[in-house]
């Protein structure tokens, strides 16, 4: 792990593609998002049942997750794109960790669907995780490293249900 991908869809043919979905052994990912399983104004439930939220409406949608959330909250941002290999593997353990973690909220912004949010927070590669609490940025991590990012999750989220993280 720790590979990125440019913020540029790479221009290979559809043979190379399903050829290196099958040397990854990741399964060919949808263009369509999976349903967030939550309607507008209805409140967040922080990661209960290892739920990943997804945006589809750009920056307008991801602030109005980061305020239905209480202050402390640790949310975990994962700006992903359907094409990248890497960022697959981010969407499994995120899946994963989204269970582990009862105090933060998982979301996950699809470079198709949300350009302007992908500009508008300077993201060059894929995956990128940002981290907020407070609806701040406290955290960026450009490369996946698994163990690191569980660690680090889980250190920031046991912050969240004792209280803000000192200094911020």
């Not at 190379?16 to 979905?21: Q, R, Y």
């Not at 609490?133 to 249900?161: C, G, H, N, W, Y």
Request: overall charge positive; charged content about 20%.
């Amino acid at each position: 792990m720790g590979a990125l991908c440019s913020t540029s869809k790479p221009q290979h043919d559809s043979a190379w593609l399903a050829k290196a979905d099958m040397v990854s052994g990741a399964p060919e990912p949808s263009m369509a998002p999976p349903s967030s399983g939550l309607s507008a104004g209805q409140p967040i439930k922080l990661s209960q049942g290892g739920t990943v939220v997804t945006l589809t409406k750009g920056q307008p949608e991801l602030d109005a997750k980061l305020r239905e959330v209480p202050p402390t909250a640790l949310v975990v941002l994962d700006f992903t794109a359907s094409w990248c290999a890497p960022c697959q593997e981010v969407d499994v353990f995120m899946k994963r960790i989204a269970k582990q973690v009862p105090h933060a909220l998982f979301v996950k912004a699809d470079a198709n669907l949300n350009q302007d949010l992908i500009s508008s927070k300077r993201i060059v590669g894929f995956p990128t995780l940002v981290l907020y609490r407070d609806q701040k940025e406290i955290a960026r991590f450009s490369r996946f490293v698994e163990a690191e990012m569980e660690t680090t999750l889980k250190r920031l989220a046991s912050d969240t249900a004792t209280g803000p993280v000192a200094g911020k």
